[in-house]
Nanobody, 124 residues
């Protein structure tokens, strides 16, 4: 399986921005669709954004549409999540995920590899 490592989380004030990165190793990165999920305390893990293998199409949860932007660089084996206009309700652990790309958006059951997670905290 592909191994994933996230970076870029942290503490930011409401209205601020953060950029998360997810670097892959082990298997051919371009064979996988990439997505970001998040999990807030006491809540289930939820889909945030996904980008297909070529990078030419993406999909967003309604809650982040217009504020978050997902991209990938297959030459660098890296996926990104640009998060703008952050809100306190965006506070969660954010997970990078790889899946075969059979459907968009993916479900948690489609994911074949997870990153370790990175904390994003948005203060009001």
């Amino acid at each position: 399986q592909v191994q994933l490592v996230e970076s870029g989380g942290g503490l930011v004030q409401a209205g601020g921005s953060l950029r998360l990165s997810c670097t892959a190793s082990g298997r051919t990165f371009s064979n996988y669709a990439m997505s970001w999920f998040r999990q807030a305390p006491g809540k289930e893990r939820e889909f945030v954004a996904a980008v297909i293998r070529s990078g030419l199409n993406n999909y967003y949860a309604d809650s982040v549409k217009g504020r978050f932007f997902i991209s990938r660089d297959n030459a660098a084996n890296t996926a990104y999540l640009e998060m703008n206009s952050l809100k306190p309700e965006d506070t969660a652990v954010y997970y990078c995920a790889a899946d075969p790309g059979w459907r968009l958006p993916p479900t948690v059951n489609d994911v074949v590899s997870w990153g370790q997670g990175t904390q994003v905290t948005v203060s009001s």
